[in-house]
């Protein structure tokens, strides 16, 4: 069965240092999403992509995070000059559609430590 | 700002009973809704999608939506101990593009 995979499944940093968290969405899927999960607290929404251009973003996404497809397969998170609220789990997700019905398939996440 | 609400509880249950997970949400133009599991550590594994008033069955798992309350729900029926985790329920709602709003999560545990 498919699914939609995320590198590295831990990344340490240091506060303000740049991180690139991957995602490889399912093959046929077309719509892409990032979220987060402070520990202990929702999952939030960041981001959703498609064709190439952010369709909508949360207040959470400020001018520190981008996000990119550089080839055919992955799907990026940037964030910049990270800081220590930053650390939490990533998650990657990604639909066929943008229909308001459409399921997202969730990736394992990637737990981003900021020190 | 468009919010769900779930109790945090934890709901217990004994193995065999049912449990029953409410949500709320503010949102009155939200239009589809999803129940996920999340086991700790782990990424949220949908359960159930419902659109519609009314009951969706899926096995031991039954969803029901009142859009005109506003509340969802989920009801496992002989609940086992690998259901303890817990449940989210997550709404799509549209803000001139569509994006999911969770729920922070009911924490079940089913004991044997």
């Known amino acids: 069965e498919p699914e939609v995979t995320q590198t590295p499944s831990h990344q340490v940093t240091q506060m303000g240092q740049e991180v690139i968290l991957r995602c490889v969405p399912i093959?046929?899927?077309?719509?892409f999403y990032w979220y987060r999960q402070i520990l202990g607290q929702k999952v939030e929404f960041l981001v959703s992509f498609y064709n190439n251009e952010i369709s909508e973003k949360s207040e959470i996404f400020d001018d520190q995070f981008s996000v990119e497809r550089p080839d055919g397969s992955n799907f990026t998170l940037k964030i910049r000059s990270t800081k220590l609220e930053d650390s939490a789990m990533y998650f990657c997700?990604?639909?066929?559609?943008?229909?308001?019905?459409?399921?997202?398939?969730f990736g394992p996440g990637t737990r981003l430590t900021v020190l | 700002q468009k919010e769900v609400e779930q109790n945090s509880g934890p709901l217990s249950v004994p193995e065999g009973a049912i449990a029953s997970l409410n949500c709320t949400y503010s949102?009155?133009?939200?239009?589809?809704f999803f129940w996920y599991r999340q086991y700790s550590g782990k990424s949220p594994e949908l359960i159930m999608s419902i659109y519609s008033n009314g009951d969706k069955e899926d096995g031991r798992f039954t969803a029901q939506l009142n859009k005109a309350s506003q509340y969802v729900s989920l009801l496992i029926r002989d609940s086992q101990p690998s259901d303890s985790a817990t449940y989210l329920c997550?709404?799509?709602?549209?803000?001139?593009?569509?994006?999911?709003?969770f729920g922070a999560g009911t924490r079940l545990f089913v004991k044997a």
């Open positions: 997700a990604s639909s066929e559609a943008l229909m308001s019905t459409d399921t997202q398939y």
């Open positions: 093959s046929n899927h077309l719509y």
């Open positions: 997550a709404v799509n709602t549209y803000t001139g593009g569509f994006k999911t709003i």
């Open positions: 949102d009155r133009v939200s239009q589809s």
